[in-house]
């Protein structure tokens, strides 16, 4: 397609669970973020890459939050022992060199019981 | 990057113009004023950006003050689909394409009949 997919839309899971979420970017997109969004709060930046390497991780709360993307296209977040705290819409972006401005997935609603 | 002052929330009739003002009193000279937008449940929208100039496309004008501590964004015709929360974000862009954008909590406008 021609937008920045996310899979799942949704996740529901046990508080203690590890979860992994993933995030295909525009093709050619060389930039891609993750986001938060708590209900009622704007966007929290998380971390971004520029190709392969994570240029900008200090959005990332905890260790328990981690980021890759490999080959420089798809990413996958992780959580490890999720937390209900941890309960939110993660929005993956990607951006082109030429365009510059930033495109936004649907998110991924995460729900931790 | 610089904080932003909007206004919670405002009303526009359909069809009439809404303005949308955004306070930036502390922008540096290398940033960016972008607008994005976000419909309940999507993810954020690129809207339009600018950094001294005015700037208009297929759907809106950002108007910036001479001494871009403040921005404008207007929807010429409004309709009930533009009913969302509008955030306005400063973002430098010495860096290249990627630079994380810092959402606050925007303004919601309601566009009503």
């Known amino acids: 397609g021609a937008g920045v997919s996310q899979t799942p839309s949704n996740k529901v899971t046990e508080k203690g669970k590890y979860v992994e979420l993933r995030c295909d970017p525009i093709?050619?997109?060389?930039?891609l973020y993750w986001y938060r969004q708590s209900l009622g709060q704007g966007p929290e930046f998380l971390i971004y890459f520029q190709g392969t390497g994570a240029a900008d991780d200090s959005g990332l709360p905890n260790d328990r939050f981690f980021a890759v993307r490999p080959e420089g296209s798809v990413s996958t977040l992780k959580i490890q022992r999720t937390e209900r705290g941890d309960s939110a819409v993660y929005l993956c972006a990607s951006s082109s060199r030429l365009a510059g401005h930033m495109i936004f997935g649907p998110g991924t609603r995460l729900t931790v019981l | 990057d610089a904080k932003t002052t909007q206004p919670t929330s405002m009303d526009c009739a359909e069809g009439r113009a809404a303005n949308l003002p955004c306070n930036h009193s502390t922008i540096s000279g290398n940033e960016y004023v972008y607008w994005y937008r976000q419909i309940h449940s999507q993810g954020p929208q690129y809207i339009i950006h600018?950094?001294?100039n005015n700037e208009t496309n297929e759907m809106a004008s950002l108007i910036i003050t001479e001494d871009r501590k403040s921005s404008t964004l207007i929807l010429p015709h409004a309709t009930l689909r533009d009913t969302a929360v509008y955030y306005c974000?400063?973002?430098?862009?010495?860096?290249?394409?990627?630079?994380?954008?810092?959402f606050g909590t925007g303004t919601r406008l309601q566009v009503t009949l």
């Open positions: 600018g950094l001294k």
């Open positions: 093709s050619g997109h060389t930039a």
């Open positions: 974000i400063v973002r430098a862009l010495n860096t290249g394409t990627a630079s994380k954008l810092t």
